[in-house]
C-alpha cells in the first residue's frame, strides 16, 4: 500500500540531508512532540467515536452515521491517513534528532 506522506517526508529529507542548518534540524525534532500530541488527539477521538456508534448500535431508530459501509470506509480511511501523517511526523523528528550525531560521526 502506497504511503504518500510518509514517502513524500523520507524523500525530502534524503534531499536536505546536507542542506539545513543545525538549527533547521533542532526545529524539525520539534515534529516529535507533535507527533505524540496529534496521536493523543486520534486516540480521544477515536474513542469518542466508538462511544458514539456503540451508543447508536443501542438505540432502536439506529440514526446515526457510521451505518453503512461507505460510511464506515470513509471514517477508516480519514484515520489511516491521519495515522500515516503522525508516522512521517515522528520518523522526521526522530531523524532530525539524530543529525548531530551523525554530523559528528562524518567530522
Not at 542548518?21 to 474513542?47: D, H, I, K
Not at 451508543?55 to 459501509?69: I, L, S, T, V, Y
Request: net charge negative; proline share 4%.
Amino acid at each position: 500500500m502506497r504511503q504518500p506522506i510518509y514517502e513524500s517526508m523520507a524523500m525530502l529529507l534524503d534531499k536536505a540531508h546536507d542542506n539545513l542548518t543545525p538549527a533547521e534540524w533542532r526545529q524539525l525534532t520539534e515534529l516529535s512532540a507533535a507527533a505524540s500530541s496529534e496521536a493523543l488527539r486520534l486516540s480521544e477521538v477515536t474513542a469518542s467515536l466508538a462511544s458514539l456508534v456503540l451508543a447508536d448500535a443501542k438505540n432502536p431508530e439506529r440514526g446515526g452515521h457510521f451505518q453503512n459501509a461507505d460510511d464506515v470506509f470513509t471514517l477508516l480511511a480519514a484515520l489511516s491517513h491521519s495515522l500515516e501523517t503522525v508516522a512521517a511526523m515522528a520518523e522526521t523528528g526522530s531523524y532530525a534528532a539524530s543529525m548531530p550525531l551523525r554530523q559528528e560521526v562524518a567530522a
